[in-house]
C-alpha cells in the first residue's frame, strides 16, 4: 500500500526535529521504515549513522527484518530498546566507566532465582509472604526513588528498603546489574562524563524514537544526552494514548518537546487503516472530552460500517453469559475463529466470571499478560483460608498458618503437628483446646478463628458469609498484607468473595455448597489449554496496546471499573478515558461494549460508566427490544440526577451542597475554575474533583 501524503510528508522532512503524532492503525511503522529506507537509499545515509529506539523487543526486532528485506542489507542493525541500547552503550564503554568487564545481566528471571536463593532467610522469601514479582516491582520503584509510591505501611517500607539495600550490594559483588541498572548507569554516565557524551552526540546523525508517549523522564535524559536542540531526531507517539503513567510515563514529556528542541515541526497521521467509522466515531466523541491533548480526529481509512453493540446486563454471570453466547453465534453462524475475537477489561479481578463459563461450556481460552483468576496467588490463599475453616486439618492449615508472616517456620510447624499426632488430635484442635503448646505469635489467629467458624455455625442469613470471611481475613491483616503490592490483588480478593456469596442456595446446604464450591476452584485452576492453538483470548486494555482484534468485546464497561474507583478519588479521570480509548481502538471489525447491573460486594449498585454516554452513539442493543434504545438512555442518566440537586455547577462557592454519586453529600470547602475541594462524610474525607465532573450535582 503507498503512503498517503501525511506520512510521505514525515518520511521527506529531514531539516530539524519531528514530532509525529500518530493515532492508532495510522500505519507509524509502515512510515517509521519507508523513511530509513528513503534515508539510506535516496539520501545515501550510512545506516550506522542512524538510530531507531522503540520499546519492545520485538518492534525492534521488527524493524530491523523489514528493512534487511527492504533494501538487501546486513549492516543495519541499530535498533534498540531503551534497555538494549543502554546494554550496548555500557558495553562500549565499560574500560572507561571501570565496570568490570565480565559482569553479567539480570533478567526478570534471573532476578528472581537470586533473590529466591540468597535471600532465602530473609523475612519476606523464607516464609513466601511476598510474590517475587511484586518484590521486584517495588524494587524498581526505590531503584527510582520512588519510595512514596509503594506503600503508606512505615513498617513494611523499612523492611523492604533493607532487604533492597543487600540486593543492591549483593549485585555488586558478583558483579552484576539488573535492567534498571542499565537505564541508570548509562544516564548518570552520560550526563557527568562529557567526553562520552560528545562522542556519542556525534556517532548518529538521525534518532527516531517510536512510542514517545511512554517515555519516562530518565529515558528522556538519556535522549537529550544524545542530542542537541536541533538535532535530527524524530518522535513518534500519541499522548491520547498515554496509559502507563503508573510505571512511570509522563505524557507532558510529548507536549513539552518543543521546549528542549528548536524550530520543531509536528505532523499528525490521523488516517485510520484499521477500524470502521462507527469505531472511531465513539473513538473520537470519547477522547475529545480530555483537555489534556492534541487535538484530532481519527478518520476511517474503510469504506464498510457496522453498527456497535451494546450488551446491557443483569449480574456479572449474566453479562459473561450473553458475551459468552454471542461469541458462539459468531463462531457458528460467521465462522469467525476464536483467536480472531478478544474479551478486553480494565482490569485483571472482571475476568473471573468469563474463565468460569468459558471452562463450564469446553472453550478454549487463554489469558495474556497474567495468569487466569484462579491460579492468581492471592485467589489461592484466599481458598486455602476457606479450606482450612471448612476442613480444620493440619495440611490446610499448613498452607496458611503464615499468611501473612507469623514468624512460624516448619520446624515449629513439625513441633506443633507432633504433639498433637501424640493425642491422637489435628493441630487446630489442639490449638483450639489448648492441649498443646501454643506460640504467642498465634493468639489473634486462634481467636479470630474460633470467633469465625463459631459466627458460621450460628449465621442467620446466608448472605453474611462473605463478609464474615472478609472480617477474618481482615482481622487477620490479609488484606493490609496485599494492599502493599497492588490495589488489583485486593479487587482479585474481593471479586472472589463476591462469587462465594453467590454460591449457597440455604443455610442447610452451606457445608456442601462450600465442598462443591471448592472443588470446582480446583478444577477451574487445573484447566490447560497451553496445546491449543484456536484460543479465545482474555486480555487487559493495557495488554493489547499494540495489538488489534476482528471483534472485540469491551466488558465490565461499569463506573468504578472504568474509570476506575481509585481514578475517581484521585482525580485521574483523563487516564481512564485514554485506556478506554485504546480498548475501543483494538477493534478492526465489530466491537460490542457491555456493562451488567446488580449489588458490589459492599451491596452499592453497580452503573454503566460515564464514558457510555460519552460515545453519543446509536447503539445496536444486544437481546432487547428496538424501542429500549431511547428508554435505556433517558433512564440511565435520569439514574445520575439526585431530587432536588442539578448539573448546573455554574458559580459553584464555599459552603455550597453538593452530591457525589460515590462519594455522597458533601459541602464545597474550596473552588477555583476547574476544581472543588469538597468534604464529604468520615468515609471519603474530603476530595479535590472537577467542577464539571458528569456526576457531581449541586443542591438547588
Known sequence: MELNKKQQ???????????VIAGPGSGKTRTIIAKIEYLIKVKKINPKKILVITFTNKAANEIIERIKNLLDIDNFNSVYTYHSFSFYFLRVEANN?????????????????????????EDFIENNSIDLNDLITIFHKLR??????????????HKVVKLFQKYQNYKKEISALDFDDLIIFCRDILFSNEKIRDKW???????????FQDIDPYQYQILKSLTDKNSKIMIVGDPDQNIYSWRGANINLIFDFEKDYQDIKTIILNTNYRSTKSILQIANNLISNNKKRISFDNVPFNKKDFKINLIIAKTREDEARRVINEIVRLNREENILLEEIAIIYRSNYVSKEYEIELINRGINYIVVGGFRFFERKEVKETLNFLRFLLLKDNYSLSLIINIPARGIGDKTFAKLEKEAIDQGKTIWKGLEEESISIPKKLKIFIEETKRTIKEINNIEDIKDFSRIIKKYLNNLDFFRYYKNFAEEKIKNIEALLELIGQQFKSKSELINDLYEFLKNCSLYSSTDTKTITNNLTLITVHAAKGLEFKIVFFVGFNENIIPSNKSIIDSKVEEERRIAYVGITRAKKYLYISYFNGYDFYRNPWKPSRFIYEFNYPFNLINSKKDEQEKFFKSEQNNFIKKGYSLDKSNLKEGDIVYHQTF??????????????????????IKEILIEHQFLLKKN
Open 9 to 19: 510528508e514525515v518520511v521527506s522532512y529531514i531539516d530539524g526535529p519531528l514530532r
Open 97 to 121: 566507566i571501570n565496570l568490570s568487564k565480565n559482569y553479567f545481566i539480570l533478567d526478570g528471571q534471573d532476578q528472581k532465582a537470586l533473590i529466591k536463593k540468597h535471600f532465602k532467610n
Open 144 to 157: 527510582f526513588g520512588e519510595e512514596d509510591k509503594i506503600s503508606n505501611d512505615k513498617q513494611f517500607i
Open 201 to 211: 552526540k556525534n556517532k548518529y546523525e538521525y534518532i527516531f524514537v517510536d512510542e
Open 664 to 685: 455522597g453529600e458533601g459541602v464545597v470547602v474550596r473552588s477555583d475554575d476547574i476544581f472543588a475541594t469538597i468534604a464529604f462524610n468520615k468515609k471519603f474525607g
